[in-house]
């Protein structure tokens, strides 16, 4: 299972008022003296490397405002907006891209971002003496990134760099990238705006080697902020960078605070020490339930779904119409009150609400009493003669509460028998890759990037993910047809055949799509949430600024 994190349309939580004085002069909003946000961070990053890091909120939560990839999402999601590079331009082929830079781009020490700083934090990240955590996304889309991803760090150690400049990734001149592609790819602009592909400098690495990150003072970054202190386990400090293109942010520091613990956080909201934090499951009944709180209450539905896993290919769920009652027995409003203390929505379909792609209209794992009855009448087996058990990680809260409530939903709503099995990981995970279960889960994933391309493969038949056996040519046929699809209303078309398929045949149940909440403090200005953000406001920091209070 994947999991990092992460509307149609942009939340404004709290927009930037105009005022006008006496005079009638309109001006702008004033501003509390002290200019500082202190933000939550659930955990320590790792690295603040963008090779290095493994796109989990609190990395990429710190990237954004040091690290500035070629483009950047836009907040709705409905495309991607310059960032390090003004412009871009694509072959007819959708083979070749070129990236124009901006030229009053520069990293905080004053010097300017160039094309080949880009050429080599790609190559880094294809690099198999790296091991990037992105580097399959970035291999399989760049010309012989596969090829070289593949090689051995010791065996092929004399080649390696010789490899990488057979890589499709030119600095044409200072201010020209150009990338070419192993094949058309339309998903390829989204890669562009991940934190994983920000520049980085050679020279800074060379100096420093595999510590240039740790520091504040060889982290070099061309991001709106840069890093000025670490400390371990309690908070990393940005500040402006002087030097950043796009002007100087209001914001004079970013405070991120390490808790990861709920109740401690929310404390330190209450008491004004935090501007922002994630409110967890525990303490989200209490916050929905305050009358204060509930007021600055931010909720952004993430690019995250779960389902459960039936194994298809052995009775009974061999049987299609009982794999459809299963699913339309349950009811997904109460497993997103239940379980997820309202932190979600009820999913019936793979691509979740808020990305393109997302197809309300397919309706067959719908929850639906009287059709699952019908459903299940339909397979020619009544109720008693249903026994089915359901493998779960016994070690996980969530998983075993899944696991529970959806045994209640089908021992009551349809009468069958299901036998709940708590197993140790290991022991799960042997079992699955064996195929040894009948349901299991829940798996999930969770989006890199905000394309329909980055979800449809987890069920191709050939996808170390698709546990369930499930195996449909048609599905496989869309699916690869689609990803190199240069035309948007026809790739549109074969992802949503391949989608419907996937819903129609059930070898998964779609349960729900998390819903992420924040408190924001009210003094805290500029703020537009999206789906792809680590906090609110995350996208865009240089926006931000704090009102008097």
């Given at each position: 299972?994947k999991l990092s994190r992460r509307l149609v349309g942009a939340l404004v939580v709290s927009l930037v008022v105009l005022g006008a004085c006496?005079?009638?002069?309109?001006?702008?909003?004033?501003?509390?003296?002290?200019?500082?946000?202190?933000?939550?961070?659930?955990?320590?990053?790792?690295?603040?490397?963008?090779?290095?890091?493994?796109?989990?909120?609190?990395?990429?939560?710190?990237?954004?405002?040091?690290?500035?990839?070629?483009?950047?999402?836009?907040?709705?999601?409905?495309?991607?907006?310059?960032?390090?590079?003004?412009?871009?331009?694509?072959?007819?082929?959708?083979?070749?891209?070129?990236?124009?830079?901006?030229?009053?781009?520069?990293?905080?020490?004053?010097?300017?971002?160039?094309?080949?700083?880009?050429?080599?934090?790609?190559?880094?990240?294809?690099?198999?003496?790296?091991?990037?955590?992105?580097?399959?996304?970035?291999?399989?889309?760049?010309?012989?990134?596969?090829?070289?991803?593949?090689?051995?760090?010791?065996?092929?150690?004399?080649?390696?760099?010789?490899?990488?400049?057979?890589?499709?990734?030119?600095?044409?001149?200072?201010?020209?990238?150009?990338?070419?592609?192993?094949?058309?790819?339309?998903?390829?602009?989204?890669?562009?705006?991940?934190?994983?592909?920000?520049?980085?400098?050679?020279?800074?690495?060379?100096?420093?080697?595999?510590?240039?990150?740790?520091?504040?003072?060889?982290?070099?970054?061309?991001?709106?902020?840069?890093?000025?202190?670490?400390?371990?386990?309690?908070?990393?400090?940005?500040?402006?960078?002087?030097?950043?293109?796009?002007?100087?942010?209001?914001?004079?520091?970013?405070?991120?605070?390490?808790?990861?613990?709920?109740?401690?956080?929310?404390?330190?909201?209450?008491?004004?020490?935090?501007?922002?934090?994630?409110?967890?499951?525990?303490?989200?009944?209490?916050?929905?339930?305050?009358?204060?709180?509930?007021?600055?209450?931010?909720?952004?539905?993430?690019?995250?779904?779960?389902?459960?896993?039936?194994?298809?290919?052995?009775?009974?769920?061999?049987?299609?119409?009982?794999?459809?009652?299963?699913?339309?027995?349950?009811?997904?409003?109460?497993?997103?009150?239940?379980?997820?203390?309202?932190?979600?929505?009820?999913?019936?379909?793979?691509?979740?609400?808020?990305?393109?792609?997302?197809?309300?209209?397919?309706?067959?794992?719908?929850?639906?009493?009287?059709?699952?009855?019908?459903?299940?009448?339909?397979?020619?087996?009544?109720?008693?003669?249903v026994s089915v058990t359901f493998s779960y990680d016994q070690s996980s809260d969530f998983r075993k509460a899944t696991a529970k409530f959806?045994?209640?939903?089908?021992?009551?709503?349809?009468?069958?028998?299901?036998?709940?099995?708590?197993?140790?990981?290991?022991?799960?995970?042997?079992?699955?890759?064996?195929?040894?279960?009948?349901?299991?889960?829940?798996?999930?994933?969770?989006?890199?990037?905000?394309?329909?391309?980055?979800?449809?493969?987890?069920?191709?038949?050939?996808?170390?993910?698709?546990?369930?056996?499930?195996?449909?040519?048609?599905?496989?046929?869309?699916?690869?047809?689609?990803?190199?699809?240069?035309?948007?209303?026809?790739?549109?078309?074969?992802?949503?055949?391949?989608?419907?398929?996937?819903?129609?045949?059930?070898?998964?149940?779609?349960?729900?799509?998390?819903?992420?909440?924040?408190?924001?403090?009210?003094?805290?200005?500029?703020?537009?949430?999206?789906?792809?953000?680590?906090?609110?406001?995350?996208?865009?920091?240089?926006?931000?600024?704090?009102?008097?209070?």
């Amino acid at each position: 299972m994947k999991l990092s994190r992460r509307l149609v349309g942009a939340l404004v939580v709290s927009l930037v008022v105009l005022g006008a004085c006496q005079s009638g002069v309109t001006v702008g909003p004033r501003l509390a003296k002290d200019q500082v946000l202190r933000l939550m961070l659930e955990d320590q990053p790792s690295s603040l490397d963008p090779g290095q890091t493994q796109q989990y909120p609190y990395e990429t939560a710190v990237q954004r405002a040091i690290s500035e990839p070629l483009l950047k999402a836009s907040p709705d999601l409905s495309g991607v907006v310059p960032a390090a590079a003004q412009s871009y331009e694509v072959n007819g082929s959708g083979t070749a891209y070129v990236f124009h830079l901006r030229t009053n781009a520069k990293y905080w020490d004053g010097t300017a971002v160039k094309a080949q700083d880009f050429v080599y934090a790609w190559q880094r990240l294809i690099d198999p003496r790296l091991a990037a955590p992105n580097e399959t996304l970035f291999a399989d889309a760049v010309q012989n990134g596969q090829r070289v991803a593949l090689m051995d760090p010791q065996r092929d150690a004399s080649t390696l760099d010789a490899a990488l400049a057979t890589l499709g990734l030119k600095a044409v001149d200072d201010f020209t990238f150009q990338v070419q592609l192993a094949q058309p790819d339309p998903a390829f602009i989204w890669l562009a705006a991940m934190p994983a592909g920000a520049p980085v400098r050679k020279d800074v690495v060379a100096k420093s080697a595999d510590k240039w990150a740790a520091s504040p003072a060889t982290l070099v970054t061309n991001g709106p902020f840069k890093v000025t202190e670490i400390v371990s386990n309690d908070h990393i400090s940005v500040e402006r960078n002087p030097s950043y293109w796009g002007g100087k942010p209001t914001l004079t520091r970013i405070d991120y605070m390490i808790v990861n613990d709920g109740a401690v956080a929310l404390t330190r909201y209450k008491n004004g020490e935090l501007d922002e934090i994630s409110v967890q499951s525990a303490q989200a009944g209490a916050v929905a339930a305050d009358a204060t709180l509930s007021r600055q209450l931010v909720k952004t539905p993430n690019l995250t779904v779960f389902w459960i896993v039936f194994r298809v290919n052995s009775p009974p769920l061999d049987n299609l119409k009982l794999r459809q009652a299963l699913a339309q027995a349950i009811d997904r409003d109460a497993f997103v009150a239940q379980v997820l203390a309202g932190e979600g929505l009820p999913a019936t379909t793979l691509i979740p609400k808020t990305m393109h792609g997302y197809s309300p209209s397919l309706t067959t794992q719908k929850f639906d009493l009287a059709q699952a009855r019908a459903s299940l009448a339909a397979s020619g087996l009544t109720a008693k003669q249903v026994s089915v058990t359901f493998s779960y990680d016994q070690s996980s809260d969530f998983r075993k509460a899944t696991a529970k409530f959806v045994h209640d939903q089908l021992v009551n709503n349809l009468g069958i028998n299901v036998v709940l099995q708590g197993l140790d990981p290991n022991t799960l995970g042997s079992n699955r890759e064996s195929g040894q279960f009948q349901i299991t889960g829940p798996d999930g994933w969770s989006a890199d990037y905000a394309d329909q391309a980055d979800w449809y493969d987890t069920f191709l038949t050939t996808s170390s993910y698709n546990v369930s056996f499930w195996q449909k040519q048609e599905y496989d046929n869309f699916v690869r047809v689609a990803r190199t699809d240069t035309h948007p209303g026809a790739r549109d078309q074969e992802y949503l055949q391949a989608q419907s398929m996937l819903v129609s045949d059930v070898p998964v149940v779609f349960l729900a799509q998390t819903v992420s909440w924040y408190l924001v403090q009210p003094y805290v200005r500029g703020v537009i949430t999206s789906p792809v953000d680590e906090w609110p406001g995350a996208l865009a920091p240089g926006q931000l600024s704090i009102a008097p209070h």
